[in-house]
């Protein structure tokens, strides 16, 4: 069981992004028309993979997350034509230099990391990928301390915050998205510089829901843009509640004041942490 899990500087991933692939993105290629969709895992990477690819319509390269799979990876990511949506969950510093030296468009997407951390929970209780976890108690000591893959969700965020003003980044909030999906649709278009009528937006929304979502990809012909985990083939993993708040039903009041002391500790000099605590 161990093996399911490595350590690259300093962060758990999975034997699923080898070790090889990990060095090597320090040289990868990036192109200027790449659009990177960021985020902690859990966090809706499916959800604004799926509106971003819709927003193209179609007109786009769609990959699984970057880190993810042996060396020859790569090579067929230097071989795809233009233009190249990929998502990671990489932290800032472990990001590809290239990206940032093209200043590539990036939206980073964030969720109250108690939800991360329930959503995060049920996947790996659920993923053969991932290592076993017995009880809820169990994986809320390995969340708070980061020693579930990709690592602590405060180092990321952080990493991440650092550069929200970058002229190239975009930051969303799930929530947000749950609360006013069109306007955040909108949103999006205008970052990457696309002419999308409001019929448009209230369709892909539409096909965005997620019971939309949920649905189609038990559909033998699903969307593409609905599937980009590379941890698994059960696509109802990934659809499983997509609720807000969700952690009430989990954490007990002592974890949630655990978690609340650690939150303050870790966020005390980020200006973002207000828009997280829901
Ligand atoms: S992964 O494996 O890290 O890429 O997972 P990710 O896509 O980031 O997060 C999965 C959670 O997002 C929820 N989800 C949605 N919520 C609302 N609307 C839509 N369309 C949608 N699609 C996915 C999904 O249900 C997971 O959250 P939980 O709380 O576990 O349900």
Known sequence: EA????MFKGIPFTIRSSPELLKSLD???AREDDVLLVSYPKSGTHWLAGVTAKL????VTLTSP????DISKLEELNKLSSKRIIPTHLDYNMLPPNFKKKKCK???ISRNPKDTAVSMYHYYRDNPNL??????????DLFVKGDVVCGSWFDHFLSWEEHANDKNI???FYEDMKKDLPKIVK???LFLGLNVSDNDIQDICKKSSFSEMKSDTEKENSDPSHTVCALTSNRRLIFRKGAVGDWKNHFTPKQNRRFEEIFNEKMKLSKMAKSLTY
């Open 66 to 69: 970057i880190e993810f799979g």
């Open 131 to 140: 290592p076993t976890v017995d009880t809820w108690t169990a994986f809320f």
């Open 187 to 189: 949103e999006i278009s």
């Open 3 to 6: 093996e399911l899990i490595h």
């Open 27 to 29: 040289t990868f290629d």
């Open 106 to 108: 990036m939206i980073y």
């Open 56 to 59: 193209y319509n179609t007109q």
């Open 170 to 172: 975009l930051f969303l």
